[in-house]
């Protein structure tokens, strides 16, 4: 039983480049969340989807950022017209029942603008 | 609103010695509390949790923690740790829809 896989693993754009980093939950699980780790700090939620819905994008930028969790494929956090703060590892997780059970986490996604 | 306090964010100890890593939380409502560790360069992985029930959680790799509603904390110990627990450990708690993390505690295992 696969984890949660995250792809690229490490991915370097330059500023003003699109930057799209995707997410296949663990099998069974229809709950996806994402999480940026910038340098020292720790996670900061992004945003909650479930198959085809956004639940919870508080945490969000305004602007540039998007995600999706399609019906079929994977989930899809895509950050438009990249600056040099976006820098910083994206973590996926995924869960079978909604957040109070705990995540799976995958291994991130380093995300480099230069 | 809710937040998570981890109290140190460096904990350095020798192997062998006991260790805890203490973390608090603020909210008005019931929560559910959690402990990850991260090695470098890697995702996160669930050390244990607390949902209900006894307040003393085991988790994986030999540690265990406490929860006490009274302080509001939620602590984090193992009795013997070793150079391979040299991670960063982050306390989260659950409400609503999503985990909020605390900023991380560094344990540092010196030989």
């Known amino acids: 039983n696969a984890g949660v896989m995250q792809n690229p693993r490490h991915l370097v754009r330059r500023r003003g480049q699109e930057a799209r980093l995707r997410c296949s939950p663990m099998?069974?699980?229809?709950?996806v969340y994402w999480y940026r780790q910038l340098p020292e700090e720790g996670l900061k939620f992004m945003v909650y989807?479930?198959?085809?819905?956004?639940?919870?994008e508080s945490g969000m930028p305004k602007e540039r950022f998007s995600a999706e969790f399609p019906k079929e494929g994977p989930s899809i956090l895509r950050i438009q017209q990249v600056v040099r703060g976006d820098s910083a590892a994206y973590f996926c997780?995924?869960?079978?029942?909604?957040?109070?059970?705990?995540?799976?986490f995958g291994s991130g996604t380093r995300l480099t603008v230069v | 609103a809710q937040s998570v306090t981890q109290l140190d964010s460096q904990v350095p100890v020798f192997e062998e010695a006991p260790v805890e890593l203490r973390c608090n939380y603020s909210s008005s409502v019931s929560v559910y509390l959690f402990w990850y560790v991260q090695y470098p360069n890697q995702g996160l992985q669930l050390l244990l949790k607390?949902?209900?029930?006894?307040?003393l959680v085991k988790g994986i790799n030999g540690f265990e923690a406490e929860f006490n509603k009274s302080q509001t904390s939620f602590h984090l110990r193992k009795p013997s740790v070793h150079i391979s627990d040299t991670a960063e450990y982050f306390c989260?708690?659950?409400?609503?829809?999503?985990?909020?993390f605390g900023s991380g505690t560094q344990l540092t295992v010196l030989p």
């Open positions: 989260a708690v659950s409400e609503r829809r999503q985990l909020t």
């Open positions: 607390y949902l209900s029930g006894s307040t």
């Open positions: 997780a995924s869960s079978p029942e909604g957040p109070n059970y705990g995540y799976t």
């Open positions: 099998k069974g699980h229809s709950h």
């Open positions: 989807l479930q198959k085809e819905n956004i639940i919870d």
